[in-house]
C-alpha cells in the first residue's frame, strides 16, 4: 500500500506540478494521493470523470486548477498517468442474473403498523398562572436592571481609580520609553472575559484606532492599560486616558491647562508665600531694628536661599513659556484669546472636552489614550475577545478586511470540504478489516490539518422610528443597556411628529451610526440633529443650518463647505 501511495503521490506532482503542490496544504495532498491509490477506487471511464467527481470540488478549492474545464484536463492525464504505472485496474465484468429476483422474497407480506400521532391540546392559561408569568417577568427586568447597576458601579470604581498625570519635568530631552509590548493579557468586568490571551505591540510615534462594536470592551482596555493594569507596560510610562471633559467651576480655560503643571504651580504659589513672608519681615524690620525672624521662624537668608532654589526650578522647567504654549494649544482648538479667559462653566460639554484635550497635549504624556480621535494611522480592531492589527486609516481597514473576510471564508469552506472528504471516507470504512491502515492514514492526516475558523458575522443593527399614525407593535434595539440606545427605544415608543436629537452618534459604533443613518432616512417626520459627526450629517439630513454670533439661520451649502469658510 505504501508503495502504491508513493507511486501516486509521485503522478500527482507530475500532472499538478511542484510549484502548485509545495502552495497547498501538505494533508489535502495526502488525501489527494490516498484516494488515488485506494485499492477499491473507482476511476470509471479513462477520461477521468471518476477522478472528477471524487475529487473535482477539492481540487478547484485549493487551487490546484484553474477552473472546471481544467479541473477536467487534470484528471484525464492523473487516470492516463496512473494507468501506465498500473494503478488503473479495468473494471470487471457485470454478470447478468439468468432470471429476475424479488428483492422482498422470503420477507413478511404485513403491513408495518403507522406510528401513533399524538396532538397536544394545551389547556388555556388561568389568571392565576398568566400572574405568575407576569411576576417572574418583571423578576427578571428587575435582575437585567441590577446588573446594569452593578457595570456602572464597576465602570465607576474603575474611574476613580485612574492614577492621577500631570506635566512630568523629568525627562529632559523626551521620553525614553519607545515601543511598548504585552504579552498574552486578558481583560475581565465583573466576571465576563473581554479579551482573551492576546499580544499586542505599539510601535513608538504610531496613531492607533481602536474600533469594534458597543461592549467589546474597548474603553475597558484603555483603562486597563491607563491603570498599568497589563504586564509588559512600563512602570515609568506615563500614561494619560482622556474620556470626560473637565469639570465646570471658576476656574478659566488657559488656567484650566496650565494645572495640569502641578510642579510650577505649586512652585509659583511656593515663591508667592515666600514673598509676601519677606515683605512682611522687611516691614517689621523698619518698625523694629531688632526683629529678624517672623512668626515661623525663618530668617531672611533662609527665604532668600529657597527663593533662589525655586527661580532657578522654574527656569529649568522654562515656566516662563508654559502659558504661552498652553494659550497655542487651545488657539488650535478654535479657542479664542476672549474664550480662553472664560471660567469653563460657561462652556458648553463639548468645549470642556476640547479643554481636557488640550490639557492632554500640554502634558504630552508617553502614551495618550483617545475617545473618539479623528486622525490615526493604524486599526486595531477588537472583535471576539481578540485584537487584529491593520495598517493605514478606516477606509484602507475597510478593504483589507474585506479581502481577509473573503480569503478566510474560502479558506475556511476548503478546509470543510477537505475534512468532510476524510471523514466521510473514515465514517464509512472505520469497521472494515481491509482498509484498517487506509482509515488510521485519514485520522492522522484529519488531525494534523489546521483548524481554520469560521467567518463570524456581526448582527446587523437596525433603528426603526415610527410616526403616531403606525400601529403599535414590538420592537427591538441591540445592546439595550448603552445609555444611547435606551435613548432611541424612549424615542420609539413616544411615535412622535419631529426627532430633536443632540450628538446622536456619541457613543455609538460605526455600524450603530450607519443603521441611525438609514432609520433617519426612512423616518416620515422631521428631524433637527446637533451633530458634528460629517458622515451623518451628509448622509440623513437635507438642509444645514448654523448658529452664529447668537443668530440661527440657513446655510447655503455643503458640510465641506461650512468647514472650509471655517478655517479661512
Known amino acids: 500500500m505504501a508503495a502504491?501511495?508513493?507511486?501516486?503521490?509521485?503522478?500527482?506532482?507530475?500532472v499538478l506540478g511542484d510549484s502548485v503542490v509545495d502552495e497547498v496544504d501538505e494533508p489535502i495532498v495526502d488525501y489527494i494521493a490516498n484516494v488515488l491509490a485506494d485499492q477499491d477506487f473507482d476511476f470509471g471511464p479513462p477520461d477521468g470523470h471518476g477522478i472528477f467527481d471524487a475529487l473535482g470540488e477539492l481540487l478547484i478549492d485549493?487551487?490546484?486548477?484553474?477552473?472546471?474545464?481544467?479541473?477536467?484536463e487534470v484528471c484525464a492525464k492523473l487516470c492516463e498517468k496512473l494507468g501506465s504505472h498500473g494503478i488503473v485496474k479495468p473494471k470487471q465484468a457485470v454478470r447478468s442474473l439468468a432470471a429476475p429476483l424479488r428483492m422482498n422474497a422470503g420477507m413478511e407480506e404485513e403491513k408495518a403498523p403507522k406510528k401513533t400521532e399524538y396532538i397536544f391540546d394545551a389547556p388555556p392559561l388561568s389568571s392565576r398562572d398568566k400572574a405568575k408569568i407576569e411576576r417572574n417577568k418583571r423578576k427578571e427586568d428587575r435582575q437585567r436592571e441590577a446588573q446594569y447597576e452593578m457595570h456602572v458601579a464597576e465602570m465607576e470604581a474603575l474611574r476613580a481609580g485612574m492614577p492621577p498625570v500631570y506635566v512630568n519635568h523629568s525627562n529632559v530631552g523626551g521620553s525614553t520609553i519607545r515601543d511598548i509590548h504585552m504579552q498574552n493579557f486578558s481583560v475581565t468586568v465583573g466576571g465576563r472575559d473581554l479579551i482573551q490571551d492576546q499580544t499586542l505591540t505599539l510601535a513608538f510615534g504610531r496613531h492607533y484606532g481602536l474600533i469594534g462594536r458597543n461592549g467589546t470592551g474597548k474603553t475597558s482596555l484603555l483603562r486597563a492599560m491607563a491603570q498599568h493594569a497589563i504586564d509588559g507596560i512600563p512602570r515609568n510610562c506615563q500614561i494619560l486616558h482622556v474620556e470626560q471633559e473637565v469639570t465646570g467651576d471658576d476656574t478659566t480655560a488657559l488656567q484650566c491647562v496650565l494645572n495640569a503643571d502641578v510642579e510650577r504651580v505649586q512652585l509659583m504659589q511656593e515663591e508667592a508665600r515666600l514673598g509676601q513672608q519677606l515683605k512682611d519681615l522687611e516691614d517689621e524690620t523698619e518698625s523694629n531694628q531688632s526683629v529678624d525672624k517672623i512668626k515661623d521662624g525663618l530668617d531672611k537668608d533662609a527665604i532668600g536661599k529657597r527663593l533662589e532654589e525655586i527661580y532657578k526650578r522654574l527656569e529649568y522647567i522654562d515656566a516662563d513659556a508654559a502659558e504661552a504654549r498652553a494659550a497655542s494649544i487651545l488657539a488650535g482648538l478654535s479657542f479664542t484669546p476672549e474664550m480662553q479667559l472664560k471660567n469653563t462653566k460657561a462652556f458648553s460639554g463639548g468645549w470642556r472636552m476640547r479643554i481636557a484635550l488640550a490639557r492632554a497635549l500640554f502634558i504630552e504624556p508617553d502614551l495618550l489614550l483617545l475617545d473618539e480621535p479623528t486622525v490615526v494611522t493604524d486599526i486595531l480592531h477588537l472583535h471576539g475577545k481578540k485584537l487584529h492589527a491593520y495598517k493605514g486609516d478606516y477606509d484602507t481597514f475597510e478593504r483589507t478586511r474585506e479581502e481577509h473576510l473573503k480569503n478566510q471564508m474560502k479558506a475556511f469552506e476548503t478546509n470543510e470540504k477537505a475534512r468532510g472528504h476524510m471523514q466521510e471516507f473514515i465514517d464509512k470504512f472505520r469497521y472494515n478489516a481491509k482498509r484498517a491502515l487506509l482509515v488510521q492514514s485519514r485520522i492522522k492526516a484529519l488531525e494534523r490539518m489546521e483548524h481554520v475558523d469560521a467567518v463570524v458575522s456581526d448582527p446587523d443593527y437596525k433603528f426603526e422610528f415610527p410616526t403616531p399614525e403606525d400601529r403599535p407593535g414590538p420592537q427591538s434595539l441591540a445592546s439595550g443597556g448603552q445609555k444611547s440606545r435606551v435613548a432611541f427605544a424612549k424615542i420609539t415608543f413616544k411615535k412622535p411628529h419631529i426627532i430633536l436629537l443632540d450628538e446622536p452618534s456619541n457613543h455609538l459604533d460605526l455600524d450603530a451610526v450607519e443603521a441611525l443613518i438609514q432609520g433617519l432616512l426612512i423616518f416620515q417626520g422631521g428631524v433637527l440633529m446637533v451633530s458634528h459627526d460629517e458622515h451623518l450629517i451628509t448622509g440623513?439630513?437635507?438642509?444645514?443650518w448654523a448658529v452664529t454670533d447668537g443668530k440661527v439661520g440657513p446655510f447655503r451649502g455643503t458640510f465641506k463647505e461650512y468647514k472650509k469658510m471655517l478655517t479661512t
Do not use: F, I, N, Q
Open 4 to 14: 502504491l501511495v508513493a507511486t501516486s503521490m509521485g503522478v500527482v506532482r507530475e
Open 62 to 72: 485549493a487551487r490546484c486548477v484553474y477552473d472546471r474545464e481544467h479541473c477536467l
Open 540 to 544: 440623513s439630513v437635507d438642509e444645514l
